[in-house]
């Protein structure tokens, strides 16, 4: 749909970058921004082509962020034009792989400042290599911290060094039970959104929210 700012964008993509496969997320968001996918092994070349193109000058890297799926990691990279009044969110898709064989993108450093504390905030948090960034460590957690925490198959370590990681007694329980409690109290659980999950609620909870 070469009318809309997205398929202008898509069909500027695939000529200035062969190979990219640049495509727009089905279906085309009614409220918000749609996001346009592209292949990760171009994706720099891609950012490049955004920022220093006459037409469209995303000049701006505003957030880049790393989301766990079951069947893949994406990173998403939420874009801006302040001379052209544009907002564009480029996401692309990798292979989980795990601690020891962290999934790899290009780092895009070299075309936005701003990517530098980004990049290592996504690495340490979701596990993801950016290639070629210039200062390629963890900026959350300690230097040899364990995992990505994150990471949908995270587990925290029991210790590090000689603290207790999560030691029972600092865990806010009755924070965590104010959704449970809160449905059992209004009887209707789609009335009711709570980000924390009883540990014990398990499956029966989360069939619950899906009703």
């Given at each position: 749909?070469?009318?809309?700012?997205?398929?202008?964008i898509?069909?500027?993509?695939?000529?200035?970058?062969?190979?990219?496969?640049?495509?727009?997320?089905?279906?085309?968001?009614?409220?918000?921004?749609s996001?346009?996918?592209?292949?990760?092994?171009?994706?720099?070349?891609?950012?490049?082509a955004l920022?220093?193109?006459?037409?469209?000058?995303?000049?701006?890297?505003?957030?880049?962020?790393?989301?766990?799926?079951a069947?893949?990691?994406?990173?998403?990279?939420?874009?801006?034009?302040?001379s052209?009044?544009?907002?564009l969110?480029?996401k692309?898709?990798l292979?989980?792989?795990?601690?020891?064989?962290?999934?790899?993108i290009?780092?895009?450093?070299?075309?936005?400042?701003?990517?530098n504390?980004?990049?290592?905030?996504?690495?340490?948090?979701?596990?993801?290599?950016?290639?070629?960034?210039?200062?390629?460590?963890?900026?959350?957690?300690?230097?040899?911290?364990?995992?990505?925490?994150?990471?949908k198959?995270?587990?925290?370590?029991?210790?590090?060094?000689?603290?207790?990681?999560?030691?029972?007694?600092?865990?806010?329980?009755?924070d965590?039970?104010?959704?449970?409690?809160?449905?059992?109290?209004?009887?209707?659980?789609?009335?009711?959104?709570?980000?924390?999950?009883?540990?014990?609620?398990?499956e029966?909870?989360?069939?619950?929210?899906g009703?």
């Open positions: 749909m070469p009318n809309t700012i997205q398929g202008q898509v069909e500027f993509l695939n000529k200035s970058v062969p190979g990219c496969n640049a495509v727009i997320n089905a279906p085309i968001a009614a409220v918000g921004d996001s346009i996918t592209v292949e990760a092994a171009n994706i720099l070349e891609v950012c490049k920022k220093f193109s006459a037409e469209f000058n995303f000049n701006v890297l505003q957030v880049i962020t790393g989301t766990d799926y069947d893949r990691i994406e990173v998403s990279y939420i874009l801006a034009s302040f052209k009044n544009l907002e969110i480029l692309a898709k292979p989980r792989g795990d601690k020891f064989n962290l999934p790899k290009n780092s895009v450093v070299s075309v936005w400042n701003a990517a504390f980004q990049e290592r905030e996504t690495y340490d948090m979701i596990g993801i290599e950016f290639v070629g960034h210039p200062d390629f460590r963890r900026i959350l957690c300690p230097y040899d911290w364990d995992g990505h925490p994150l990471r198959d995270y587990v925290v370590q029991e210790k590090y060094l000689d603290m207790v990681v999560d030691p029972p007694g600092k865990n806010n329980t009755a965590q039970m104010f959704g449970k409690r809160l449905k059992e109290e209004i009887g209707d659980p789609k009335r009711v959104s709570a980000s924390w999950k009883d540990s014990t609620a398990g029966e909870e989360v069939a619950k929210d009703e």
